[in-house]
């Protein structure tokens, strides 16, 4: 019969813990692609856009943790004329100026491993987008993305090639 070192079971117990409690660092992975799917068929908004004026800014982590080193953290707001309505449950109609607001990221180390950041949009560049309405005390109606970094697809050859690791 083998015998556990005390140490160890403490440890073990204390992990155990940790993971219970959800106070264990969380583990981030690229989604499947059938998740992306189904989070645009979920979408209530389906609308092709034309970028009119976006703007990014750098935000910094709030919470200081080892597992937000390696990435960049970006505020995108936009400007947006509807070209094209797939899909809307809020009656968006085509001609509409809607605003868009999200966080996204860029991974500034190599070897990350994680979800696929949604795409920051360009000024002048047209996606066909999968986006919900929401509602801010500051800026009012709102529209984010809902499918991660498949919430976006560019429409145009100026941004039919471009992909979201490459740089300006």
């Not at 409690?21 to 068929?41: D, H, I, K, N, V």
Request: glycine share 8%.
């Amino acid at each position: 019969m083998t015998r556990t070192p005390l140490l160890s079971t403490a440890l073990l117990a204390f992990l155990g813990f940790l993971l219970q409690a959800g106070l264990a660092p969380a583990a981030q992975a690229e989604l499947p692609p059938s998740a992306y799917e189904s989070m645009r068929a979920a979408a209530a908004e389906v609308l092709e856009l034309e970028i009119a004026s976006a703007e990014r800014t750098e935000s910094t982590s709030e919470t200081g943790n080892e597992k937000d080193s390696g990435r960049r953290t970006l505020e995108i707001t936009a400007i947006a004329k509807v070209r094209k309505v797939k899909r809307s449950a809020k009656g968006v109609k085509s001609g509409a100026v809607i605003q868009l607001r999200y966080t996204t990221f860029e991974y500034t180390a190599s070897g990350w491993a994680g979800p696929s950041p949604v795409l920051q949009i360009v000024k002048g560049h047209r996606y066909r987008s999968w986006l919900q309405q929401t509602w801010d005390e500051e800026f009012g109606v709102l529209y984010v993305p809902v499918a991660g970094g498949w919430s976006f697809e560019t429409l145009d050859d100026k941004t039919a090639k471009r992909r979201w690791w490459w740089r300006k």
